[in-house]
């Protein structure tokens, strides 16, 4: 899953979790800011009927009664006066349920002592709870209202700010990364961000993939020298062996130990020629301006390799498309890519087996795949076969682990890409990726 989608899953269910738990606890909020603010408004009235008493005397209100007792015309609100015992006490907020015109009634009622003409008085201010409440459900709806506005906005938002902050992300994944060939000869130029940690990353990277450079351009000039180096004196030594073969006087025994250093000779020539030829493939020392016909190739390719056919009573079929034509590459390394892969389904193949060479277009890709009836591949060892010098085991044939490597690094060469399906003693399928882009 990609870090933008991660981030976005993550924005969008803390969101409503958060959602979640301000709806479940919306109804008990509104219910005691409602309540603080009717018990704020009972001591703004206690005030005003102390104000009212400090004024004119408590005969305003008692009016020659001993008690005095006001409610509104839907007994919402009520305000008494009655006379208290000598204790003082202080003021207390509660609900309590008061009879008013024989209904009984539940009110939050403030209760405050007061004291007038040297007697004590019980004030009491009281509101109706029912009317405390009306307005918690029309509060509850607007509060949801504006959470969900507001949690889609934040929402679209936080999309917008992730996709800003994630860009730089994205550009360094793709340049790279994804669209980086190796080797990294080209310069790429420092991501534009103001993040320091992508800026740190991109550094990072860059200066990995110098490193690895220099460690390949090290390895690679190695080779290409001592490659080079090497194909001289074991030119001259087989020159000479060959000029001891014709001498009359050798005897039997000698020509013999002559004949066997000439074929370690030969297989060191030929592994010297491999590794000689992968180092110019990867110094780009081969141009790929050719257009080939796989249809032609094949057929030249299987004209070489005829009498191995024969000599293993091998079946040959091929069904590739006659008129098509690859455009960008070097004929004779694509003639020495498909050679090896098919001298191995020759070599690797049983007695009277078979091999089939076919082709298919898919979007954007041209396939050649090559089949044969061989021993197969441990497919645990189906990763490891392009290595240099990887020796596996298939039956008694000898190798000397650089035909598959060649045939790699000619693929990579021209951006072709190889699978392989195979199975022991169930044949091995190599198929050729072509890009047609």
Known sequence: MKLFTKLTLFITLSKMAVAVLFVLLLPLLVEDIAYKYNDFYLREQKKKVLQVIHQNGIEAYLQGEDTYGSYTMLKEEYISLEPAGASHMPDTIATLQRVVEGDTLTYRVLSHILQANNRNFMLEVGKKTATISQYNRP????????????????????????????????????????????????????IQTTTADFRYLDDSLVELMARINDAFEKEREFTSNASHELMT?????????ENLLVEKENDDELQKKIMGMMKTLNRLKKIVHSLLLISRIENDQFPKNDDISPHILVAEV????????????LRYAARITPDLILHGLNHDLIFQLVYNLLHNAIKYNR??????????????????????????????????IFRRFRKIQRGNTEGYGLGLSIAHTIARYHNIHISVEAGIDRGSIFILHFPLS
């Open 233 to 241: 004196p074991v030119s001259i030594l087989q020159t000479k062996m």
């Open 302 to 313: 299987m004209e070489e390799l005829e009498h191995r056919l024969e000599e293993k009573q």
């Open 351 to 384: 007695p009277n087996g078979s091999i089939t060479v076919q082709d298919e277009l898919q979007s954007g890709t041209y396939r050649l795949i090559i089949a044969d009836t061989g021993i197969g591949i441990n497919p645990q060892e189906i990763n490891t």
């Open 139 to 190: 509060l509850q709806r607007v509060a949801l209202y504006v959470l969900g506005g507001l949690i889609i906005i934040t929402i679209l938002i936080d999309l917008v700010f992730t996709r800003l902050l994630l860009k730089p992300l994205g550009v360094i994944i793709q340049t790279r990364l994804i669209n980086r060939r190796f080797p990294f000869k080209e310069h790429a130029p420092p």
